[in-house]
């Protein structure tokens, strides 16, 4: 799986983005370890709260197949669809990658087509508290 391969996955996930309040579209793509692909979109609601992001969609499928060793993840998002590269995870879906992956697990930033950012989860989210810390 191509990292250019992982964004076009990204960009089709937003297709089912469910976005009626914000109108920003989000996908996102998860590669497995062992090289499978689960995509995700954000599901908005009229409560806000319940709004779930693309990358926790997809973070959420994949572990509750049983996937538990993760690559990387593409997103993509704008508004009304527009990819812009301004969909860079936010401070929640950090936590949960930080749950899930190690410190220099890969997240792709799509900017447009053939364009995106490559930053390591160490970089989204340093100082991080984890799972050692509750023991
Ligand atoms: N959103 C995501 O799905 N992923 C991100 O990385 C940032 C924000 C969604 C949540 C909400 O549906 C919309 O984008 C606007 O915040």
Same mark, same amino acid.
């Given at each position: ?9 990204? *960009? ?13 579209? $989000? ?15 954000? &599901? ?18 994949? &572990? ?8 990387? *993840? ?5 508004? +009304? ?22 410190? +220099?697990?890969? *997240?792709? *930033? ?12 160490? +970089? ?9 810390? $509750?023991?």
């Amino acid at each position: 799986m191509t990292d250019s391969k992982l964004c076009a996955l990204a *960009i089709k996930a937003m297709e089912n983005s469910y976005s009626p309040y914000s109108s920003c579209k $989000v996908g996102a793509a998860l590669l497995t370890k062992s090289g499978k692909v689960y995509t995700g979109c954000n &599901i908005e609601n009229a409560s806000f709260t319940p709004t779930v992001c693309a990358e926790r969609t997809a973070f959420f499928k994949a &572990i509750s197949e049983g996937e538990k060793e993760f690559e990387k *993840i593409a997103v993509a998002g704008g508004k +009304d669809g527009v990819v812009t590269g301004a969909f860079s995870p936010c401070g929640v879906c950090r936590q949960v990658m930080s749950e899930f992956c190690s410190p +220099d697990f890969e *997240i792709l *930033i799509v900017k447009g087509e053939e364009s995106f950012d490559k930053v390591k989860l160490s +970089d989204l989210l340093p100082y991080s508290f984890k799972k050692e810390n $509750v023991k």
